[in-house]
């Protein structure tokens, strides 16, 4: 009997040149899989696995982990406010391991020997996959087709043409990548630091002039209404992407430091992550204590660079949850939210938990718990530190 191999399987130019390179060259049994963190419609994800049957694949498999990616991962990034070198919000990167680990399931389920992917050597993505494999499904051997021939798109289209296969593999000028959590966009002009994205590389095209007003309900750090009707995170999400990308909301350019040593650089259309994390961080700064702030800023940190740099199953994720979900108790009101062409402002909130709470005074106008007296009296405490320092110090420059 063939030995067997699950391909991750997305229907491009080289996914598809590893199924007849695999069976051919390899000799294996290939099993395509294909999961969806909320990038592909169901039209898209019927003509893939058309392209997969054509292609000779033994079986097809489509896995829906939309779900599983929210609950598992935007969850914590949205909690965590998480935004990369305080601009990207992880879209594509967090998907890869719940692909890959709903990969390593089906591995399971056909008993294969060898798992694929089509990866080249020169991202980030090979890491993230490779490292899923290696640590869930150390027994199967990882296959990388693209990546151990460095094949050009040519060679590869040639292949294929030789093995019958002459689909029309006309190239976008543009590679898009979308999930649920934003899509990137690469292009020439981000092989380059002074390079500028045009208007028409972005997916979503402006078609709304005017001004919109939303309001995003939150219970406990979830997004679960806009403007009053309920609905589920995913869906909500959804909903704000459709809404806010008609105004270009949403677009920047990322630059950070992969994880194979070289600098990055990647235009993405994000209107919905970052919408929502802007909204709900205003709501956490108005609910939790200032050390709450601090030190959750710090943990979410370091949860979106270990995400971003493929150790999503470092046990140290689940610790960091733990304490996100704790965080999360109190975060529960309504954010007001202004929608322009390209920009949005986040306008104000209302919690029965908004610790600015007109009881205790309001802040340049009047003080309710304590006096003027007060006051001289901690700032001579607080001052008295620095007394002692410069007082010794007063020689010193």
């Known amino acids: 009997m063939k030995q067997k191999v699950v391909l991750a399987f997305s229907g491009g130019l080289d996914t598809s040149f590893c199924v007849p390179y695999l069976m051919n060259e390899k000799g294996l049994e290939v099993h395509t899989v294909i999961v969806n963190t909320g990038g592909f419609t169901d039209d898209e994800l019927k003509r893939i696995e058309q392209r997969a049957k054509e292609l000779g694949a033994a079986s097809h498999t489509s896995i829906d982990a939309v779900e599983e990616y929210y609950q598992k991962g935007i969850k914590y990034l949205l909690f965590g406010n998480v935004l990369k070198n305080d601009t990207y919000p992880l879209s594509v990167s967090s998907e890869r391991f719940f692909q890959a680990m709903a990969i390593v399931k089906e591995v399971q389920k056909i008993g294969a020997d060898f798992v694929a992917h089509g990866s080249t050597g020169a991202g980030n993505d090979q890491v993230r996959f490779d490292l899923v494999f290696e640590v869930l ?93 309920k609905m589920s995170p995913v869906e909500l999400i959804h909903f704000l992407r459709r809404t806010a990308s008609k105004f270009g909301i949403g677009r920047d350019v990322h630059v950070g430091d992969t994880i194979i040593g070289t600098k990055g650089r990647v235009a993405f259309e994000a209107p919905a992550p970052l919408i929502l994390i802007k909204a ?66 986040v306008l104000g909130c209302e919690s029965v938990y908004d610790l600015m709470n007109p009881a205790f005074g309001e802040y340049g106008e009047s003080n309710k718990s304590f006096s003027g007296q007060d006051v001289v009296g901690f700032t001579k405490v607080t001052a008295n530190p620095l007394k002692i320092y410069y007082t010794i110090h007063k020689d010193n420059d």
């Open 137 to 229: 499904a150390p027994q199967v051997k990882i296959l990388a087709p693209i990546r151990e021939l460095a094949l050009s798109r040519q060679q590869e289209i040639d292949y294929l043409k030789e093995k019958g296969f002459d689909f029309s593999w006309e190239k976008s000028k543009y590679s898009i990548n979308q999930g649920l959590w934003g899509t990137s966009v690469g292009g020439v002009e981000t092989l380059k630091s002074s390079g500028v994205v045009p208007e028409e590389a972005f997916p979503s095209q402006v078609i709304e002039q005017g001004v919109k007003h939303l309001t995003i309900g939150f219970e406990q750090g979830e997004p679960v209404s806009l403007d009053g009707e």
């Open 280 to 345: 709900h961080h205003l709501l956490e700064k108005h609910i939790l204590t200032k050390q709450q702030l601090y030190w959750k800023g710090q943990l979410s940190n370091w949860y979106g660079q270990l995400m971003h740099e493929a150790l999503y199953l470092e046990p140290v994720m689940r610790n960091i949850e733990t304490f996100l979900d704790d965080t999360q108790q109190f975060v529960t009101g309504e954010v007001q939210v202004e929608l322009r062409p390209y920009h949005f402002a």
